[in-house]
């Protein structure tokens, strides 16, 4: 972990000592006596200041110091290395960046040696296995290029969307504990099952499906909406299939039998919403069970109830009433959502949401964007040649 | 005969390297050909992020030696923090109080984690182990109920929790990282291919199937926990990776350097869409973390302090003067509530 700033110091050094357009160095007149090769403190700052895009005198005095403290330069009546923007003289150590030099050239060749000595023949293979790598890398990037997103769109999609909840940027509620010295923040998530959900937090679930998934309140609820509509079984398993990554692996074998016995064995009790496909996956994957027996069929009950049991429950009146349990400005519900706060453009995030009725939905509908985005992934994405496309959020 | 045989080997080497590189610049064209619109293009229509007042809201003072590392805890409020000193403390950061202090037999506990389970925590270093003690508040004597976990050929540089307290991440000076059950102490899976010292890792933030490595080798590489597989291998950095961090969706990633330069990768994408350096920053970028929204970015580094970068267009928007040495750790809390840098100072500090 080599410090590498060392190169960089020194350019910078180098430049200092330039002539025309380095710090000026002069011999100083003083008393019967003359001190050469000299510069002040403050000519450095200054030149600091104007030749590098530092932002303000301290963070040149900060950085000028640092230099010192590595020895590229002293103060000539003072054994403290630290800069001072002042009238206090310093030179340049002139043999300290060659004796560097000197020395790292020389570790650089007795290393070369030994590993000349040493004589891996394996590691030309690899070498070899490497080029053919990224022979083959390149034609697949070459590929994907083609197909790609639009790579800036997406970031900035979703920096809009959880902006208003930054706490850095907009304050949680009741207050960010750290500052204020209240921790009833914390406590909230504590309270029981009937306790009260902040509207603000119930909204969140309208962003994403893995926002209301990895909300402990948003499971219970969206458990509930699914309770009344005779679907739960497949978010229970689900939730299980999660679960399972939490168990010690000696009882991973009874917990995926349970599963499988549950919600996937022929007349099981709670039968879930898989295809033929997936179902022979899973009985194959029975022969050696382990925590990842049900990926296949937990990836295909996910993106089912996103595309439709969660659309579903974020229009339905369950979730309208949770919104509306605190009435913030009192003016009706369409005043709610203009409490968006000015940083973020003033941009209505509603009007991204195409599921809520009665709005004007000006600008980018973006939960349109996001869907589609990920539909692109699934359809167009070989599963072999990434991972990380399989259950995430396309966002 | 051997000598030959060298020789042959060493032109063989200069060919393929000298290959590697023709094919390196023909990527790094073609890439520039079908270069997209650039991330700060994109954000421009954005507002400005507001002048960020962060100021340090605790100070947990307790170590005698540099602090290596630290992990967040689920609840929010307490952390793990592991120093050269040879101490593993358990820390209610809220009430500025010191839980636990474990003792190890080695100096050099190069990285510590918290269990999502709450009630272990494992750490290692030099000693090229990692050692999981049982933290409950009842148990009397923690150290003897520690368990070497993990062993490798050479230090372990990081080590994390895989969603529940049951596996554990590790990676090494010795190239490579693992996957071990906590309870049985098996190797579950181990990942080959970085060709110089792993020095950090993150698990996605979206699944427990993908986690990526980043090494002394430059690159950052994006791992099939399940198969072992490197899924994806990304460079671009002029030194050493020493911090690699998702972005919250797990679509992207970014990377804090040796090179003084943080920068932003896109998995999608394949490649780097951001750098974040000024001309004036030199000191290596040491650790990085990503705020809960993803618009802004902490990066710490060896000059001593934090910066603050605004991850969509690109530019500082603080700096903190943050400690007196080198900022060796640094982790947002699990509510994105305040930040926690640690360093060879000897102290952690909160900011929010």
């Given at each position: 972990m080599m410090d590498r700033g060392n190169t960089q110091m020194e350019r910078i050094v180098m430049h200092m000592q330039e002539e025309q357009d380095g710090v000026p160095i002069r011999t100083v007149k003083s008393f019967m006596t003359k001190i050469p090769s000299v510069f002040t403190g403050s000519d450095l700052v200054n030149w600091i200041v104007k030749?590098?895009?530092?932002?303000?005198?301290?963070?040149?005095?900060h950085l000028g110091s640092l230099m010192s403290a590595h020895g590229y330069f002293f103060p000539i009546s003072d054994h403290v290395l630290m800069l001072k923007d002042d009238g206090t003289f310093y030179?340049?150590?002139?043999?300290?960046?060659?004796?560097?030099?000197?020395?790292?050239?020389?570790?650089?060749?007795?290393?070369?040696?030994?590993?000349?000595?040493?004589?891996d023949l394996s590691r030309v293979d690899k070498k070899r296995d490497k080029v053919e790598r990224k022979i083959l890398d390149s034609q697949e990037r070459a590929f994907w290029?083609?197909?790609?997103?639009?790579?800036?769109?997406?970031?900035?999609?979703?920096?809009?969307?959880?902006?208003?909840?930054?706490?850095?940027?907009?304050?949680?509620?009741?207050?960010?504990?750290?500052?204020?010295?209240?921790?009833?923040?914390?406590?909230?998530?504590?309270?029981?099952?009937?306790?009260?959900?902040?509207?603000?937090?119930?909204?969140?679930?309208?962003?994403?499906?893995?926002?209301?998934?990895?909300?402990?309140?948003?499971?219970?609820?969206?458990?509930?909406?699914?309770?009344?509509?005779?679907?739960?079984?497949?978010?229970?398993?689900?939730?299980?299939?999660?679960?399972?990554?939490?168990?010690?692996l000696k009882?991973?074998?009874?917990?995926?039998?349970?599963?499988?016995?549950?919600?996937?064995?022929?007349?099981?009790?709670?039968?879930?919403?898989?295809?033929?496909?997936?179902?022979?996956?899973?009985?194959?994957?029975?022969?050696?069970?382990?925590?990842?027996?049900?990926?296949?069929?937990?990836?295909?009950?996910?993106?089912?109830?996103?595309?439709?049991?969660?659309?579903?429950?974020?229009?339905?009146?369950?979730?309208?009433?949770?919104?509306?349990?605190?009435?913030?400005?009192?003016?009706?519900?369409?005043?709610?959502?203009?409490?968006?706060?000015?940083?973020?453009?003033?941009?209505?995030l509603v009007a991204k949401l195409p599921s809520l009725p009665n709005r004007n939905m000006d600008g980018e509908v973006l939960g349109e964007l996001s869907s589609s985005g990920n539909q692109w992934s699934l359809r167009n994405k070989q599963p072999s040649t990434s991972a990380a496309s399989s259950s995430s959020d396309g966002l | 005969m051997a000598a030959v045989a060298a020789e042959d080997a060493e032109l063989d080497v200069d060919g393929l390297r000298r290959e590697a590189e023709t094919l390196r610049s023909r990527l790094e064209e073609e890439r520039r050909k079908s270069n997209d619109v650039q991330l700060r293009d994109v954000a421009s229509k954005l507002e400005q992020v507001p002048p960020l007042q962060m100021k340090v809201r605790r100070v947990l003072k307790g170590h005698q030696g540099k602090v290596l590392?630290?992990?967040?805890?689920?609840?929010?409020?307490?952390?793990?923090?592991?120093?050269?000193?040879?101490?593993?403390?358990?820390?209610?950061?809220?009430?500025?109080?010191?839980?636990?202090?474990?003792?190890?037999?080695?100096?050099?506990?190069?990285?510590?984690?918290f269990a999502p389970s709450g009630d272990i925590i494992a750490c290692g270093g030099l000693d090229n182990k990692c050692t999981v003690f049982p933290i409950d508040k009842d148990l009397e004597n923690p150290e003897r109920k520690k368990r070497t976990i993990a062993m490798h050929t050479s230090y372990m540089s990081c080590c994390r929790f895989v969603k529940s307290g049951y596996q554990i991440l590790t990676c090494s000076g010795d190239c490579t990282c693992a996957l071990w059950d906590v309870d049985s102490s098996q190797l579950m899976q181990s990942f080959h291919g970085h060709i110089s010292d792993v020095l950090c890792l993150d698990i996605s933030p979206v699944h427990c199937r993908t986690f990526l490595s980043g090494s002394s080798d430059k690159t950052a590489s994006l791992w099939d926990i399940r198969t072992g597989r490197c899924v994806h291998s990304f460079d671009g950095h002029d030194g050493d990776i020493n911090g690699v961090k998702f972005f919250p969706t797990g679509e992207s990633f970014v990377?804090?350097?040796?090179?003084?330069?943080?920068?932003?990768?896109?998995?999608?994408?394949?490649?780097?869409?951001?750098l974040y350096t000024k001309d004036c920053m030199i000191f290596a970028a040491t650790c990085v973390d990503i705020s809960k929204s993803g618009r802004l970015m902490f990066a710490g580094y060896n000059d001593y302090t934090v910066n603050v970068w605004d991850v969509l267009k690109c530019v500082r928007v603080g700096r903190i003067y943050a400690h007196d040495n080198k900022v060796?750790?640094?982790?947002?809390?699990?509510d994105g509530t305040a930040v926690c840098s640690g360093s060879w100072d000897t102290t952690l500090k909160l900011w929010a």
């Open positions: 030749k590098l895009d530092v932002e303000d005198q301290a963070e040149a005095v030179r340049f150590q002139e043999n300290l960046a060659k004796l560097q030099r000197m020395f790292a050239r020389k570790w650089e060749f007795i290393f070369m040696q030994a590993e000349a000595q040493a004589n290029d083609v197909h790609r997103p639009v790579v800036g769109r997406c970031f900035d999609d979703v920096c809009e969307q959880f902006g208003d909840y930054e706490p850095f940027l907009s304050p949680p509620e009741p207050s960010n504990p750290w500052i204020t010295d209240d921790s009833s923040l914390w406590e909230q998530d504590k309270m029981g099952e009937n306790r009260e959900i902040p509207s603000r937090r119930v909204r969140k679930w309208s962003l994403s499906f893995d926002e209301l998934l990895t909300d402990l309140a948003g499971r219970e609820q969206f458990l509930k909406f699914l309770e009344k509509e005779f679907s739960a079984e497949n978010l229970r398993f689900w939730l299980a299939c999660d679960e399972l990554y939490a168990v010690p009882d991973v074998e009874s917990a995926v039998q349970e599963i499988y016995s549950e919600f996937l064995a022929p007349g099981c009790p709670s039968p879930i919403n898989v295809d033929s496909k997936c179902q022979a996956i899973a009985n194959k994957n029975m022969e050696k069970p382990n925590r990842y027996t049900f990926d296949a069929c937990m990836e295909h009950i996910y993106n089912l109830m996103k595309s439709d049991s969660y659309r579903r429950f974020i229009r339905s009146q369950q979730y309208k009433d949770l919104i509306q349990t605190k009435k913030k400005s009192g003016a009706g519900s369409d005043k709610q959502w203009s409490l968006v706060p000015a940083a973020l453009g003033g941009r209505n | 590392d630290m992990d967040w805890s689920i609840d929010k409020r307490r952390l793990v923090s592991s120093s050269q000193d040879g101490k593993v403390i358990v820390w209610d950061a809220f009430a500025n109080k010191q839980e636990r202090v474990l003792s190890m037999p080695t100096t050099w506990i190069m990285s510590c984690a990377t804090a350097s040796d090179d003084g330069t943080c920068r932003l990768y896109d998995l999608r994408a394949d490649r780097e869409v951001a060796t750790c640094l982790q947002r809390s699990p």
